[in-house]
């Protein structure tokens, strides 16, 4: 037996699910573009509207209706293939044929054989590298809503309502290669796909409200054999339920695998309630789909400028900009706060704290911390924060004063650092006063200091506390504690 | 009052200089209509009221002074598959039955802008599928000239208004033949411009590769007018060619002196003797005017009618698909949606709709693909190297239009193949996407009109009616 042909990625030993079994997952990503019309009418693309007015002729798939192409979408579809490392190519639109009363033409114009991008891949910030097949353009059905009947699908509906706003709707789908291992790496391509997404401003990417739509294809198999019947998982409306659905799914492949069962090649629903996965068609129900080129649109072919053109006017991405603070603040690409600083856009202001002169640690800290909810561009100046970091470095302030002085600045939207600790009264101490508030504390617990010096790290925070009680917060916590680690010898 | 002339070009001109009212046109002409309508059936649709308030809105700017079209005032017949604001279109089918669209097809509102006033719409096989008017839901259609017999079709009706003087021109659609075939057994000018030089933003698609809207006209000179209004670049047709309207009408009177006409030795066999020799008397014609006939060979052309009957039902298969019942049109209801869809769909489509639905959802069905559709696609390319070929040799192709003259009733309905075959010439073109255009050129058997078809490369439309224009200046030596 060899490994499978589709991919030769292989799990490392703890990437391995119990019983020797190695699961497979490839996913398919539908994001909406952020274009201000529809992919072939001029209808607005936007999301929320009152039902049914964002419609034309072509949207409703009137007879004698045209598709026009939309540039903003082919380019926008042009930077996502960049962005995954794609290669572009001029390449054609079918018609995938078949019936559903929310598609107004009974067929959607897509890319077939030949999509617009081909051949990519994402690096996951934990280094996983994930092929990415193609991110091909493609138009967004109406949205049905079936009322009545049990299970809020159309079968055994009493009736349904169907709003066509988002019929037409510009989509890209990103067509993963079956190169993920683990379900974490699943939920990492998804959120680093989300983070680049809404970098080059082609979507807003969000799952709840569906410009986000995730499909899992998972199947399970023992290393150097063919890749297992694979099921593809729907309705996965959240990166945590994508986890929990590949899990699920993978139990259940597992369970049904070594009790001797098979595994049918089949669509199944995603319940998130419930916590499982249910059928909801099975291969040989598949439509034929009858693809053949779209004859009312002309191929597309990208000139070799406009290609260059959208490369050289895409922003940093997400990965360059954790390099890039990484290699400014001397922290791991893959540490907790280099992450959150760049998904939250925030890495460009951390870089202008520094300009001004700011501590880079303290900048990155300080605003992992202090900036949750600051967006890209806080209120607080640069200069500002700057000079709190230098205050803090030059041990003018102890951390906990620095941290009551960045709350300050936050709620205020700035001010000057300086004048917001003297009106304090905080001022650095000496370290003689503090060694002897640090005698005095052990003096007060002995039985603190007696776990301490045994080894027990956590008694330590008795001693500080009761430091930091006498000084007010003025004390610095480093010096504290390196003062009782001399102390302790 | 004075004539009212029989061209559009001529009421054109009358109604610029006062000599006549746009009113006493339109007038004259649905009085035709009245008069004879009820025999022939070209329309299903006739629009008077708004044609003669559109006529008084003309006569009205003409008299304040106000700027007019070059078309203004002239009346003209549109194909009943053409959009028109408003007002009923139906492809003579009852799935359309009573729909109007919220739009004007781009041919329709070019042809107002200019000044045209529309009388109607006109009856044709449902959706263009047919040779022979026959198809439409509504009825068929009557020959003008001979109402036992059929007009042609698909747009029998648009043939049918311009030979019963119902309107100097009219507007079809030609897929593979569907303007040239009636207007030969119309014996009127029928024209097929190059794939993209017309928008069809409005035209109800069959085959969207392949349709084409054209004019009838009962000259060569108001075919060629009606062609350049129509022409030209349209931002909602992505196959619309980005250039402007051509000149054409100068072309007409221009002569064919020094041209080079071809002769197609391997042309498909089955037309009739007398068409074959109005066609040889076409070529004696145009070589005592001055051109030169040079034999060419179009090897491909006999796999044209196969390979058309496998590509414009597989595109028809799915462009028809959106008749659903779910948004316009006919809906009978049932117990869930797929039973709907299929209830609408069977009670909604004719005979040879239906039939051209299943045969193009087989040809492209996983499996078949190839076989069919893809194998189409490789004689299409063929046919238009054959072509290629025999333009590097020659200006324009002379052919018959039809290989027979218009035909009674029920004489082909029950034979498709034999009906398919009225198209054997006029196919090729449009798998080719090359204009084409029929000229009356004398009569066949019982009497009854043939037409010869000129045949040009991609926008060649200035050759073609240079070579129309000398035809019909020899038509009226022929017999």
């Keep these: ?489 | 009052m004075a004539t009212i002339p029989t061209t559009a070009s001529g009421i054109a001109a009358a109604i610029a200089s006062k000599q006549i009212t746009a009113r006493e046109v339109i007038d004259s002409y649905l009085a035709q209509i009245t008069a004879r309508e009820s025999d022939i059936h070209a329309f299903n649709l006739v629009t008077a009221d708004a044609a003669r308030a559109h006529a008084d809105a003309i006569d009205a700017d003409i008299a304040a002074g106000r700027p007019i079209g070059p078309l203004a005032g002239v009346p003209i017949a549109i194909k009943d598959n053409l959009c028109t604001h408003g007002v009923e279109t139906t492809c003579s089918s009852k799935i359309l039955e009573g729909w109007k669209p919220p739009y004007d097809a781009t041919v329709v509102s070019r042809l107002r802008d200019a000044g045209a006033i529309m009388v109607g719409k006109t009856n044709l096989d449902e959706f263009a599928m047919g040779s022979s008017t026959e198809n439409s839901a509504f009825g068929p259609t009557r020959n003008p000239l001979d109402t036992s017999r059929v007009p042609g079709g698909s747009s029998g009706g648009s043939a049918a208004a311009v030979a019963a003087g119902f309107a100097p021109v009219s507007l079809g659609s030609d897929t593979g033949g569907s303007i040239r075939q009636p207007a030969a057994l119309c014996g009127v000018v029928g024209v097929k411009p190059t794939y993209g030089l017309v928008s069809r933003y409005g035209l109800c698609a069959y085959a969207s590769s392949l349709d084409q809207v054209g004019p009838f006209a009962t000259t060569v000179a108001d075919a060629a007018l009606i062609t350049e209004a129509i022409a030209g670049h349209d931002a909602m047709d992505s196959t619309s060619i980005p250039q402007p309207a051509p000149a054409l009408v100068a072309s007409v009177s221009q002569g064919v002196a020094g041209m080079r006409i071809g002769r197609v030795t391997d042309l498909p066999a089955g037309a009739e003797p007398e068409v074959i020799a109005r066609l040889n008397e076409a070529f004696a014609a145009l070589e005592a005017a001055g051109a030169t006939i040079v034999d060419v060979t179009l090897p491909s052309l006999s796999y044209a009618l196969t390979a058309y009957y496998l590509i414009a039902p597989a595109e028809a298969s799915s462009n028809l698909a959106r008749y659903d019942g779910v948004r316009y049109g006919l809906r009978v209801n049932a117990v869930d949606t797929n039973s709907m869809y299929g209830a609408t769909r069977a009670a909604g489509f004719g005979d040879e709709v239906k039939r051209r639905i299943m045969l193009g959802t087989y040809a492209l069905s996983a499996g078949y693909y190839d076989a069919y559709y893809g194998k189409a696609l490789k004689v299409r390319r063929l046919i238009a190297e054959d072509f290629e070929r025999a333009y590097a040799q020659v200006d324009v192709i002379l052919t018959p239009t039809s290989p027979v003259v218009a035909f009674p009733f029920g004489d082909k309905v029950d034979d498709p193949m034999a009906m398919y075959l009225c198209d054997i010439y006029t196919i090729p073109t449009n798998l080719a996407g090359h204009p084409a255009m029929s000229v009356p050129f004398g009569t066949g058997a019982h009497g009854m009109p043939v037409g010869i078809q000129v045949l040009a490369p991609a926008l060649g439309e200035a050759p073609m009616f240079r070579v129309g224009g000398a035809l019909e200046n020899a038509a009226g030596g022929v017999k």
Aim: include cysteine.
């Design chain 1, 1 to 489: 037996m060899t490994q499978d042909p589709l991919s030769s990625i292989i799990a490392t030993d703890e990437q391995m699910l119990e019983g020797g079994w190695e699961l497979i997952v490839g996913l398919e990503v539908h994001v909406e573009l952020a274009t201000k019309t529809k992919l072939f009418s001029g209808s607005p693309n936007r999301f929320g509207d009152e039902p049914n007015t964002n419609i034309d002729p072509v949207t409703l798939g009137l007879p004698g209706a045209l598709p026009v192409l939309n540039k903003q979408a082919v380019e926008l579809a042009m930077r996502i293939g960049i962005a995954l490392n794609c290669r572009i190519q001029p390449c054609i639109f079918h018609r995938k044929n078949y019936f559903y009363p929310d598609m107004p033409k009974a067929y959607q114009i897509s890319q077939y054989d030949i999509p617009l991008n081909i051949d990519g891949f994402l690096v996951l910030p934990s280094g996983t590298r994930v092929g990415v097949e193609r991110a091909h353009l493609e138009e967004d059905t109406g949205k049905s809503t079936h009322i009545g009947g049990a299970t809020g699908r159309i079968h055994g509906s009493d009736y349904s309502l169907i709003d066509f706003n988002r019929a037409g709707v510009p989509l890209v789908e990103i067509v993963s290669r079956p190169d993920i291992r683990t379900s974490e790496h699943a939920k990492e391509y998804v959120a680093e796909l989300r983070a680049i997404l809404e970098v080059i401003g082609a979507s807003d990417a969000k799952m709840e409200e569906g410009s986000m739509r995730v499909d899992a294809n998972v199947s399970v198999h023992k290393p150097g054999t063919l890749f297992g019947t694979r099921c593809e998982i729907k309705n996965v409306n959240s990166i945590r339920a994508l986890g929990r659905a590949i899990d699920y799914e993978a139990r259940r492949q597992i369970d049904v695998l070594d009790s001797g069962g098979t595994i049918r090649q089949e669509t199944r629903h995603w319940d998130d309630a419930e916590g499982r996965t249910h059928t909801l068609r099975v291969k040989e129900d598949a439509d034929d789909y009858r693809y053949f080129p779209e004859p009312d649109l002309v191929p597309l072919a990208p000139s070799a400028e406009w290609v260059q053109a959208v490369r050289d006017n895409l922003p940093m991405l997400p990965a360059a900009r954790r390099t890039a603070l990484s290699a400014l603040t001397g922290y791991d690409t893959q540490s907790e706060a280099v992450i959150v600083v760049v998904e939250r856009g925030q890495h460009d202001y951390v870089q202008a704290v520094v300009d001004a002169g700011g501590d880079a640690v303290r900048a990155l800290i300080y605003v992992q911390q202090g900036f949750a909810d600051a967006g890209p561009v806080p209120a607080v100046p640069a200069a500002d924060l700057a000079t709190l970091t230098v205050l803090e470095r030059d041990a003018k302030l102890s951390a906990t004063q620095a941290k009551t002085v960045l709350a300050e600045l936050v709620e205020h939207g700035g001010g000057d650092a300086a004048a917001i600790a003297a009106a304090k009264g905080f001022e650095a101490m000496d370290t003689s006063a503090v060694e002897a508030m640090v005698d005095e504390a052990i003096a007060a617990d002995p039985g603190a200091w007696a776990k301490y010096m045994a080894g027990d790290e956590k008694a330590s925070g008795a001693i500080v506390g009761r430091v930091m009680k006498a000084s007010q917060g003025k004390a610095d916590g480093k010096i504290v504690t390196a003062i009782m680690q001399s102390r302790r010898g």
